[in-house]
């Protein structure tokens, strides 16, 4: 059953700071990031400033304690401005919310402060060479020894790899799946960037080589065999959550880049938006966004309750909101034309950074196949 | 505890509508648990009883039939 969600006063306040930070910081820098592959450091420490990196956490550990309406709120508005922003936070939340449901006492206070102050950057390492969907076959390595874990490897595709200070990292540990926090500074670990991608080209992604990679022993997450059935889908549920909120940020900037171009641009003597075909494109760009924003909401709301629905609520979500995009970026691209095609114009870019959402946190196909069984189990 | 165990049976009746659980059935051994559903009844246990599952809960134990989640319950709420 879907609930209303009517935001609060303070929930409305978050929205218009967040929204003056983006349309300030964050959305005249997404073009630089796009073009050189990288957040300005500049950039990261405003998002630091404004303690958004600490978004997720609770203020226990210096975090900003916000509901998960409100972070979904945050995760929107950056999405609006630049999706790479965005992906720094999704990626660094995922390692900051393992290590606060399910590290020791000395881990979370070890870590938390730090991930909740920007001053330590995480990342979430999971996906392999030969590994994506099917992450339990994750084939990096982890042995016990008297000096720590030994760790032996590879990882691929590693959002914020190149900066990141700790990764949450997966590997098979006495044949089973285990999450290990480990520091870029560990001995027998190196990164290389990996430039030249389609899309969201500011999040530095990096290969990460772990060969004989040590780390202390207390830097095994939870139990050995629960990295990904309970440590790994914890995480994914966060980041899913995120990313289907950016996903509405994005929409909402192709909504709006298209609204402007069509009032604006004239042809045969009158505005594009004079144009019945481009009236179709505009209205189900409006409504579709407004549908995959309610979904988020929802969730959002269904999360902060702790409603184990939440989590089949934060698929369906991520689903829609993910083709969404993907749809109103194609038609804010054809609305634009020839412009629309140049990266003179954002919608460009927006088309790009459309598309990694449909293979990141799930692929669409995944969430296709986990949704149907969900439904067909329960009948 | 008749009254945590009606909300236990009433969650677990979500995903077990094909089969009539009996308190002491295993449910792991009926088939239909996934690591979705250990997410879900971790977040169902913590919410409705407003305990916390630690690490050191995770042991398949606990969780096993309707008679050791009560039980489960019971010392953590002790």
Known sequence: MMTTVELTKRQLQWKDEFKAFTDEVVAPSAAESDKTERIAPSLIEKLKEKGYLGSMLPKEYGGMGLDWVTVGMLNEELGRGCSSIRSLLTVHGMAALAILRWGSDEQRHQWLPGLADGSLVGAFALTEREVGSDAKSVQTTAVLTEDGYVLNGRKKWITMGQIADVYLLFAQCEGKPTAFLVPSDSPGFSRTPITGMMGVRGSMLAELRLEDCVIPQQNLLGLVGIGLSHVALNCLDYGRYTVACGCVGLGQACLEQSLQYASQRKQFGAPLGDNQLIQKMLTEMAVNVKAARLLCCHAGHLREMMDPDSIMETWTAKYFASGMVNKAASDAVQIHGANGCSSDYPVERYMRDAKINEIIEGTTQMHEMLIARNMLSAT | ?78
């Open chain 2, 1 to 78: 505890m008749n009254e945590a165990k009606d909300r236990i049976k009433a969650f677990l009746n979500r995903f077990f509508r094909k089969a009539e659980l009996q308190d002491h059935d295993d449910i792991f051994a009926l088939g239909y648990v996934n690591s979705l559903f250990a997410m879900q009844l971790v977040m169902f246990l913590e919410k409705e009883f407003g305990v916390r599952v630690d690490n050191k809960d995770l042991d398949m134990k606990n969780f096993s039939s309707i008679n050791a989640i009560c039980e489960f319950i019971e010392r953590k709420a002790s």
